[in-house]
């Protein structure tokens, strides 16, 4: 007799009690996962709501048919990005995060059964096995969800793979849980997005108590990667990657990691032209006077990682020194919040207008049986638009994708900078590449700062820190464990060399995105960031490495105050020094909590050239290459 998809998974006699109570779907492809989003309804326009006692029924999220896909929308601005403080740890083991019994002021055992049986008593649910990470060398992982979430359950489908009900291998044993129980957040945690980590002894359960799929189904799963990589020392790093094939047919691949919002997703898209084909590299912010950029034969791309790339031991074996990773996702979350009109981006608009099979959507306005454009955001308040739309995007869709592990040249680090200027300074002082040794390479992911107007969480204000490999908000352990797996990687790795590039303004000039995109074609070029010492020129700001005597990319010189800030008549030695302050007094502020005992002694010293003004030099000689 034929075994049934729950006959082949290996399940905790409490789970088997949880599930034995309800019916439960396993999605048998991808199109009945499509049909799960629209709860099995022929309806064009559907609610996803919940039974809140004292509240009646409240809607979380719509769900309309549309031509290409579903679009999604929460009527709350709030749960259309991510709250990052949605994390909350509820066991005993080590971790520097906010505890339940911290936050909550109790145990969180008696909420922990209240899920269960509240999902014992929701008559269907929807059962997703998949793999957290690499389809090589993923974790066996469930999604138990309401059966009206079906939505949330293709998303996370789709930026992680599942197993068809037919195809779930025999002996299925999840390593980690996903509940997901979204009235609770009405219930216990006031509106707000609670996602809790529970790490039992083999098995990691999460608690998803809100319908955004960022914290929990994106980051919850991040998260459980972290968790067990710090248990088996390796990291899942915060970046995206790109391989580039250069007008000469040279190979270059560049690995960009950052806070939210600091690039990533851009690393692999091509520039943004004007209608004349030019690129408009930069505004001044004061004179209103632009620059243009002449490119019209640039690398070709092919994307690697968007978002989470495995650093896992088992692909360590370049023979050149050089860091190897491969894609921890199935799929990507793509943020289109820089597509306002038609143009801007034609190979992600093919993609979201005419892709192969429906998209899921986020924070899109779409009325049912219209194509979502994804330029069409919804707005928060009248004549504000949200700043987080969102599309899902399986990376088989996307052209040229690389599938195998790569070995790469060069890990930048990206960077939000606001404007500065003389009589308004601040820390956009980063030129347009800097060139770091590995020593500050490690700091700068230590601190990793979230930056300006950041548009993918709920808090943007003010200069605040991601830490650690700027993962740090999904990451359950401790700091300094983290800190001290990224030196190590950081050690074993001299083949790979370091880079810091800004985005949104240099200065007094509004760049956005064209800073790496820049850096990018001017590094694959060269084939190398190595340089003669004449080509290089120490920064003025220690902190910022070596800045660079020119950069010239197809015949064309990138102006010197794009390269060295204080050159800029606009900012000055006066206004690049006060920045210089207020970027140097943030990374003391955020270093002083890693000097704890269990750090290396190594990133101890490293930490202490920081915190006693050290040179440059200093940062060089402590960690050669």
């Known amino acids: 007799?034929?075994?049934?998809?729950?006959?082949?998974?290996?399940?905790?006699?409490?789970?088997?009690?949880?599930?034995?109570?309800?019916?439960?779907?396993?999605?048998?492809?991808?199109?009945?996962?499509?049909?799960?989003?629209?709860?099995?309804?022929?309806?064009?326009?559907?609610?996803?709501?919940?039974?809140?006692?004292?509240?009646?029924?409240?809607?979380?999220?719509?769900?309309?048919?549309?031509?290409?896909?579903?679009?999604?929308?929460?009527?709350?601005?709030?749960?259309?990005?991510?709250?990052?403080?949605?994390?909350?740890?509820?066991?005993?083991?080590?971790?520097?995060?906010?505890?339940?019994?911290?936050?909550?002021?109790?145990?969180?055992?008696?909420?922990?059964?209240?899920?269960?049986?509240?999902?014992?008593?929701?008559?269907?649910?929807?059962?997703?096995?998949?793999?957290?990470?690499?389809?090589?060398?993923?974790?066996?992982?469930?999604?138990?969800?309401?059966?009206?979430?079906?939505?949330?359950?293709?998303?996370?489908?789709?930026?992680?793979?599942?197993?068809?009900?037919?195809?779930?291998?025999?002996?299925?044993?999840?390593?980690?849980?996903?509940?997901?129980?979204?009235?609770?957040?009405?219930?216990?945690?006031?509106?707000?997005?609670?996602?809790?980590?529970n790490r039992r002894p083999g098995m990691h359960e999460l608690f998803a108590y809100n319908l955004y799929p960022g914290p929990s189904a994106k980051k919850g799963v991040y998260g459980?990667?972290?968790?067990?990589?710090?248990?088996?020392e390796w990291v899942t790093l915060h970046s995206s990657a790109v391989r580039l094939i250069t007008p000469y047919d040279n190979e270059f691949v560049i690995m960009h990691e950052g806070a939210s919002g600091g690039g990533k997703s851009e690393m692999t898209q091509q520039f943004h032209r004007e209608p004349d084909g030019r690129i408009l590299l930069a505004r001044n912010t004061v004179t209103d006077d632009d620059l243009y950029f002449d490119l019209r034969d640039p690398c070709e791309l092919h994307p690697v990682t968007d978002d989470m790339a495995l650093a896992h031991p088992s692909i360590q074996t370049s023979t050149t020194g050089r860091l190897m990773i491969e894609d921890a996702e199935a799929g990507w979350f793509l943020r289109v919040d820089h597509l306002d009109e038609y143009g801007k981006e034609p190979s992600i608009e093919k993609l979201c207008i005419n892709p192969p099979e429906p998209l899921i959507f986020l924070n899109l306005d779409a009325k049912p049986g219209s194509t979502v454009l994804p330029w069409d955001h919804i707005e928060d308040s009248p004549g504000k638009r949200c700043p987080n739309p969102r599309v899902i995007m399986p990376r088989h869709f996307i052209n040229k994708v690389v599938d195998d592990p790569i070995g790469i040249d060069v890990r930048s680090f990206g960077v939000r900078t606001p404007p500065t200027t003389r009589e308004k300074p601040n820390y956009g002082i980063i030129g347009m590449l800097h060139v770091l040794p590995p020593a500050l390479a490690w700091l700068w992911r230590l601190v990793a700062p979230r930056g300006h107007a950041n548009p993918s969480i709920v808090t943007t204000e003010g200069l605040t820190s991601e830490g650690v490999g700027s993962y740090w908000p999904f990451a359950t352990g401790k700091r300094v464990t983290q800190a001290n797996l990224l030196l190590r990687l950081i050690q074993q790795t001299p083949g790979t060399r370091y880079v810091l590039i800004p985005n949104q303004y240099i200065g007094a000039y509004k760049v956005g995105f064209n800073p790496e995109w820049i850096a990018r074609e001017y590094m694959a070029r060269r084939g190398s960031v190595k340089f003669r010492n004449e080509q290089l020129i120490s920064s003025r700001c220690p902190l910022l490495g070596h800045g660079l005597e020119r950069l010239k990319v197809a015949g064309q010189l990138v102006p010197k105050g794009l390269l060295r800030v204080h050159e800029q008549t606009e900012v000055g030695v006066e206004g690049y020094d006060a920045g210089a302050k207020i970027l140097t007094d943030f990374f003391k502020q955020e270093l002083e909590q890693y000097r704890v005992t269990e750090l290396d002694p190594l990133g101890k010293a490293i930490i202490d050239i920081c915190l006693d003004d050290g040179t440059l030099n200093d940062y060089v000689n402590i960690l050669p290459r």
Request: contains cysteine; aromatic residues 10%.
């Open 1 to 197: 007799m034929k075994s049934t998809p729950f006959d082949r998974l290996v399940l905790s006699d409490e789970l088997k009690e949880v599930l034995c109570c309800v019916e439960t779907v396993f999605p048998e492809s991808r199109d009945h996962l499509l049909e799960l989003a629209y709860q099995e309804s022929d309806e064009d326009l559907l609610e996803v709501a919940y039974e809140v006692p004292g509240q009646g029924r409240v809607v979380e999220a719509t769900v309309a048919r549309c031509r290409n896909g579903a679009a999604v929308n929460y009527p709350e601005p709030y749960m259309r990005r991510r709250d990052p403080e949605a994390m909350v740890i509820a066991d005993d083991r080590p971790t520097d995060k906010s505890h339940w019994r911290d936050r909550f002021d109790g145990d969180f055992e008696p909420v922990r059964q209240e899920t269960l049986e509240w999902i014992k008593n929701l008559g269907r649910v929807i059962i997703l096995p998949f793999l957290s990470g690499d389809k090589k060398r993923g974790y066996p992982t469930l999604l138990i969800a309401p059966a009206n979430a079906g939505f949330f359950v293709a998303g996370l489908a789709d930026l992680q793979g599942f197993f068809p009900a037919d195809e779930i291998p025999a002996g299925f044993q999840p390593r980690s849980v996903i509940f997901l129980a979204p009235p609770f957040r009405h219930t216990h945690f006031g509106g707000k997005q609670v996602v809790v980590h």
């Open 224 to 232: 459980i990667l972290l968790s067990i990589g710090e248990e088996e």
